[in-house]
């Protein structure tokens, strides 16, 4: 699709139909016009935006993707199932609702921006570059195996959860030089790990911290609100900690 306008009232399949992925090797290339459309992919398929823009949600399901420039502008976005992945180059996406790395999937964000209602992580969602700016109005969870990884940019959300409390809802949050930014209540279960290697973590809200924290970056907590840490978590933490007025 180079230009114009498609109206898919039913959606786009892409190597398959509703329930029945069984082609491979096919593909749905947007680079120009709108496409007003869901998009499912099944695996062995590919999606590529390079141009143009997408309205609609989307799911790869052991599905390739790649967004390279133009806009998505989605209700919900769903990469998950073995080989899932969607590699963000350039480009403005937005999901009103929740974007979610199910297991087995991946997230790999080089450039551009990201806006989400809600970011919901169990597969890998990795961020690059300076350049990159992400914006979450509600909730970020990272737990059931999930792994987020902010190497530069800037991240900013509503609320965290890294972990939980019981067995199997094991999260991992790396920064190693973004800056994030958490405006409401943060929570670090037990079973969750912070590796705050370098970079900064603001926590502006109501937070408690359970699991492990470790690194050498910076940590901002706003002294307005309540924060109830682990005297293990602590401990283990061997960058700065800066209390805000």
Do not use: C, K, M, R
Not at 16 to 28: K, W
Not at 64 to 82: L, W
Not at 191 to 215: F, M, Q, V
């Amino acid at each position: 699709i180079a230009g114009g306008t498609l109206w898919a009232d039913n959606g786009i399949y892409v190597g398959g139909t509703p329930g029945n992925g069984s082609a491979t090797n096919s593909s749905l290339n947007i680079n120009g016009g709108t496409v007003h459309a869901g998009v499912y992919v099944f695996a062995g398929n590919t999606l590529s935006i390079n141009g143009g823009t997408l309205n609609g949600g989307f799911t790869l399901n052991g599905a390739t993707g790649t967004f390279q420039s133009g806009t998505i502008n989605a209700d919900q976005e769903t990469i998950f199932a073995t080989n899932a992945l969607l590699t963000q180059t350039n480009g403005d996406n937005s999901a009103t609702g929740t974007i979610s790395v199910g297991a087995g999937g991946t997230y790999d964000i080089q450039g551009g921006t990201l806006s989400a209602g809600a970011l919901t992580v169990n597969g890998t969602y990795t961020q690059h570059l300076s350049s990159v700016d992400a914006n979450v109005t509600g909730s970020t969870q990272i737990n059931t195996g999930g792994s987020a990884t902010l190497s530069s940019g800037t991240f900013n959300t509503g609320s965290l959860t890294v972990g939980g409390s019981s067995v199997g809802s094991n999260g991992t949050l790396a920064v190693n030089g973004a800056g994030v930014i958490v405006s409401g209540a943060a929570t670090l279960g037990s079973t969750g790990t912070i590796n705050l290697t370098s970079g900064s973590l603001e926590l502006d809200g109501a937070s408690t911290l359970s699991g492990s924290l470790t690194g050498g970056g910076i940590l901002n907590i706003n002294g307005n609100n309540s924060v109830s840490i682990n005297p293990t978590t602590a401990n283990s933490f061997s960058g700065t900690t800066n209390i805000l007025s």
